[in-house]
């Protein structure tokens, strides 16, 4: 008797339950059921040793990983770094981590980085270099963004592409 109970509690229940998940999924829907919009990250490579094209510093390293980690949700479709140790170091662990390559560009010719980049589908990180990054910033249509100088490690620009706004954030 207990045992018809139970089986017809389970069966009066059942659409109670499948009505509260497809409200809770109208709610809060899964992270593959939300777009992110297509966005340029603009970074300065980590903190670097010194010397002549200088591979980065421990903490250097552990902050391109903290990027990665920061970025690998955000359908990064390219990466792009300039020629150097410190800027491909930086980012290496997520073009590991999503299996994006680097592509190298040319510091000297902001607008090509910035037309090849625009030709993407979906978002794109760029690193670059203290003297470098403001102007890709701008040649991306984002908003102006202050000069960075040599001991400021960590900052990412990330630029709406759809609006240039640019909105800055600190690993």
């Given amino acids: 008797m207990h045992r018809l109970f139970a089986i017809a509690l389970i069966f009066a229940l059942l659409p109670a ?4 998940t497809d409200t809770a999924r109208m709610v809060a829907p899964s992270a593959a059921e939300v777009e992110v919009a297509p966005t340029f990250y603009v970074s300065r490579h980590m903190q670097k040793e010194s010397g002549d094209d200088p591979a980065l510093t421990a903490e250097g390293t552990a902050n391109a990983q903290r990027l990665a980690d920061m970025l690998a949700d955000k359908g990064i479709a390219a990466i792009f770094s300039t020629d150097t140790k410190r800027t491909r170091a930086t ?39 203290s003297n470098t990054v403001p102007a890709i910033v701008a040649a991306l249509h984002g908003q102006p963004v202050a000069p960075i100088d040599e001991e400021t490690f960590g900052l990412i620009f990330a630029v709406d592409r759809s609006t240039g706004k640019t909105v800055q954030t600190r690993l």
């Fill in 91 to 129: 980012a290496e662990p997520l073009s590991r981590l999503i299996g994006v390559p680097i592509q190298v560009y040319d510091p000297r010719d902001n607008q090509a980085l910035a037309a090849r980049a625009q030709a993407v589908t979906g978002s794109v990180l760029i690193v670059g270099h």
């Fill in 17 to 20: 339950c499948a009505a509260q």
